[in-house]
């Protein structure tokens, strides 16, 4: 029996040959698979039963689609998770050796990247929030105040390295203290300096001073306009002549005993000693020979100052004494204005005013005007002209300035460690400080606009201050090993002699002078000393 005729088609198989168990997926020919006894002859379903259908029945066009990779909307297809894009990395760019290319984002505040381009990156990466809890997702957001589709960090690349070249290395170096943080110190250096200063941070010589009394409240050293240094050692008084190095017991007190204070006259040939018994000495220095005692205070005189013939002492009963050490009843004025012991005494160099600090935290400026015990007008010039309480502390460090006579500078003990500048025509306080430690002593520079202080606990330090910025210039730490406590400028008013209770004389350069050309003999008779030797001893 011939086979039946093949039903002309427009569009043929590719193949005949099928493979098994496959060709149910796609229709069965009932005349050709008559034989087969596993196939229930049927008719073809109609279209609409056929869409309805459970099974799925994908056409020869489909097919053809699903190989060449068309994607039918609407269809099947479309509801299946498709990536239709691959995450394709950025491009690094080169960069030169020679000429490194900048960074200019910030490596700590995080950039962010557009909304549209963040959230194809989410996308990509399965991360859309869609596909999660909705309702959690949402309580993230609104507790942590991050947008849903942008990203918290953003990750970049290292900073170039720094560059391997010497002379770059060296220019850094050179340039770095430009860019120092103001009073910065050198690594291994105890001092600091501006960048426009050099100040050595070691003493341009040392003395031995075995005996030296650790008292805040006494003053025991005094540099005199003779280049000639006096300094207390217990109940013994030494000058040391800075030209020749040569040291000289000049007073020793009674035994058990101690000296309190010493101060030179204007023109340093006579020295004023004061003892805890209240009385007052004066001696010859060239001669090293006792000229008189005035007694007549009830306790300890902690502080001398001199202007001209009146040599003023300041008592531990808060009362200051004017000595006239010209005649024989020496007392020719009392002040009185402090209720506790005066420990800061200064004349100013026109002797117009006197200035006095005190343990009762008061500074008192005087008028200088000198009359008789017990008249009226010495009666009214008793009384302070300017009476100043800011401090909190006692105040002994007082200071003059000598290039500006109306400025007073005066400075706190321990609970108050605060520089106050004073005009003392108006009375105003024109400028303040506070300093890191306790005030023990004040000297204004004679040749720059800047004042120096030192200091004790915990610091130990000597510090140098512009005016009237109040900058600190300068600062040497740990000067001594114990708390500085007195201090003299030097009549030439580069070199500072500083004194503590770690029994040691330092010299320090702080300021130099205007240069002068000078000659040979000049520069042999201002030279501070003709020994080799850096340390000397008093005794």
Same mark, same amino acid.
């Given at each position: 029996?011939?086979?039946?005729?093949?039903?002309?088609?427009?569009?043929?198989?590719?193949?005949? &040959? +099928? &493979?098994?168990?496959?060709?149910?997926?796609? %229709?069965?020919?009932?005349?050709?698979?008559?034989?087969?006894?596993?196939?229930?002859?049927?008719?073809?379903? =109609?279209?609409? +039963?056929?869409?309805?259908?459970?099974?799925?029945?994908?056409?020869?066009?489909?097919?053809?689609?699903?190989? #060449?990779?068309?994607?039918? +909307?609407?269809?099947?297809?479309?509801?299946?998770?498709?990536? #239709?894009?691959?995450?394709?990395?950025?491009?690094?760019?080169?960069?030169?050796?020679?000429?490194?290319?900048?960074?200019?984002?910030?490596?700590?505040?995080?950039?962010?990247?557009?909304?549209?381009?963040?959230?194809? &990156?989410?996308?990509?990466?399965?991360?859309?929030?869609?596909? $999660?809890?909705?309702?959690?997702?949402?309580?993230?957001? $609104?507790?942590?105040?991050?947008?849903?589709?942008?990203?918290?960090?953003?990750?970049?690349?290292?900073?170039? /390295?720094?560059?391997?070249?010497?002379?770059?290395?060296?220019?850094?170096?050179?340039?770095?203290?430009?860019?120092?943080?103001?009073?910065?110190?050198?690594?291994?250096?105890?001092?600091?300096?501006?960048?426009?200063?050099?100040?050595?941070?070691?003493?341009?010589?040392?003395?031995?001073?075995?005996?030296?009394?650790?008292?805040?409240?006494?003053?025991?050293?005094?540099?005199?306009?003779?280049?000639?240094?006096?300094?207390?050692?217990?109940?013994?008084?030494?000058?040391?002549?800075?030209?020749?190095?040569?040291?000289?017991?000049?007073?020793?007190?009674?035994?058990?005993?101690?000296?309190?204070?010493?101060?030179?006259?204007?023109?340093?040939?006579?020295?004023?000693?004061?003892?805890?018994? %209240?009385?007052?000495?004066?001696?010859?220095?060239?001669?090293?020979?006792?000229?008189?005692?005035?007694?007549?205070?009830?306790?300890?005189?902690?502080?001398?100052?001199?202007?001209?013939?009146?040599?003023?002492?300041?008592?531990?009963?808060? =009362?200051?004494?004017?000595?006239?050490?010209?005649?024989?009843?020496?007392?020719?004025?009392?002040?009185?204005?402090?209720?506790?012991?005066?420990?800061?005494?200064?004349?100013?160099?026109?002797?117009?005013?006197?200035?006095?600090?005190?343990?009762?935290?008061?500074?008192?400026?005087?008028?200088?005007?000198?009359?008789?015990?017990? &008249?009226? =007008? /010495?009666?009214?010039?008793? /009384?302070?002209?300017?009476?100043?309480?800011?401090?909190?502390?006692?105040?002994?460090?007082? $200071?003059?300035?000598?290039?500006?006579?109306?400025?007073?500078?005066?400075?706190?003990?321990?609970?108050?460690?605060?520089?106050?500048?004073?005009?003392?025509?108006?009375?105003?306080?024109?400028?303040?400080?506070?300093?890191? /430690?306790?005030?023990?002593?004040?000297?204004?520079?004679?040749?720059?606009?800047?004042?120096?202080?030192?200091? %004790?606990?915990?610091?130990?330090?000597?510090?140098?201050?512009?005016?009237?910025?109040?900058?600190?210039?300068?600062?040497?730490?740990?000067?001594?090993?114990?708390?500085?406590?007195?201090?003299?400028?030097?009549?030439?008013?580069?070199?500072?002699?500083?004194?503590?209770?770690?029994?040691?004389?330092?010299?320090?350069?702080?300021?130099?002078?205007?240069?002068?050309?000078?000659?040979?003999?000049?520069?042999?008779?201002?030279?501070?000393?003709?020994?080799?030797?850096?340390?000397? =001893?008093?005794?």
């Amino acid at each position: 029996m011939a086979p039946p005729p093949k039903t002309p088609s427009r569009h043929r198989s590719r193949s005949e &040959t +099928k &493979t098994p168990l496959t060709a149910s997926m796609f %229709g069965v020919n009932a005349a050709a698979d008559a034989s087969n006894p596993f196939i229930v002859p049927s008719r073809p379903s =109609s279209p609409i +039963k056929r869409a309805t259908s459970s099974t799925l029945q994908v056409s020869q066009t489909l097919q053809r689609q699903a190989s #060449s990779g068309v994607i039918r +909307k609407g269809g099947v297809e479309s509801r299946l998770d498709v990536v #239709s894009r691959d995450y394709i990395p950025p491009k690094s760019e080169k960069r030169s050796r020679s000429q490194p290319s900048r960074d200019t984002r910030d490596r700590f505040i995080t950039t962010r990247d557009p909304a549209d381009e963040v959230a194809a &990156t989410l996308d990509l990466m399965s991360l859309n929030p869609q596909s $999660a809890s909705p309702g959690h997702t949402a309580r993230l957001a $609104a507790a942590t105040g991050v947008p849903l589709n942008r990203r918290v960090l953003a990750y970049h690349e290292p900073p170039p /390295a720094a560059s391997s070249d010497p002379l770059m290395a060296q220019a850094r170096e050179l340039a770095r203290p430009l860019y120092a943080r103001a009073g910065s110190a050198p690594a291994g250096s105890s001092g600091t300096t501006g960048k426009d200063r050099k100040i050595s941070t070691f003493p341009y010589k040392i003395l031995d001073a075995p005996g030296m009394i650790d008292d805040f409240y006494l003053n025991l050293i005094s540099w005199s306009s003779q280049n000639i240094v006096a300094i207390a050692l217990g109940n013994s008084a030494y000058i040391w002549k800075a030209d020749t190095g040569e040291v000289t017991l000049i007073s020793e007190g009674p035994e058990g005993s101690y000296i309190a204070s010493l101060d030179f006259s204007n023109d340093g040939q006579f020295l004023g000693v004061g003892y805890p018994s %209240g009385a007052v000495e004066l001696w010859d220095v060239e001669s090293q020979s006792k000229l008189r005692t005035m007694a007549g205070h009830s306790a300890q005189v902690g502080c001398l100052s001199w202007h001209e013939h009146i040599l003023s002492s300041g008592c531990q009963d808060g =009362s200051i004494w004017h000595h006239d050490v010209r005649v024989a009843r020496h007392k020719v004025m009392e002040l009185l204005g402090h209720q506790g012991e005066v420990c800061g005494l200064k004349w100013r160099s026109d002797g117009e005013l006197l200035a006095s600090g005190g343990n009762d935290n008061v500074l008192n400026v005087w008028d200088g005007r000198i009359g008789d015990v017990g &008249t009226a =007008s /010495a009666s009214a010039r008793s /009384a302070a002209r300017w009476t100043k309480r800011n401090h909190t502390a006692a105040v002994k460090a007082v $200071a003059w300035c000598p290039w500006q006579p109306s400025l007073l500078a005066s400075g706190g003990g321990t609970s108050d460690a605060t520089v106050h500048i004073w005009n003392t025509t108006t009375g105003a306080r024109l400028h303040s400080l506070v300093t890191p /430690a306790q005030i023990s002593s004040i000297q204004w520079s004679p040749h720059r606009k800047e004042f120096m202080t030192t200091h %004790g606990y915990p610091t130990n330090s000597i510090m140098v201050h512009s005016y009237p910025s109040m900058e600190k210039v300068a600062e040497i730490r740990d000067a001594h090993d114990s708390r500085v406590l007195f201090s003299a400028l030097a009549p030439n008013g580069e070199l500072v002699c500083t004194a503590a209770g770690d029994e040691n004389l330092k010299f320090w350069k702080i300021w130099e002078a205007p240069k002068v050309k000078k000659s040979k003999e000049a520069k042999d008779s201002t030279a501070l000393g003709r020994t080799n030797s850096g340390i000397l =001893s008093i005794r």
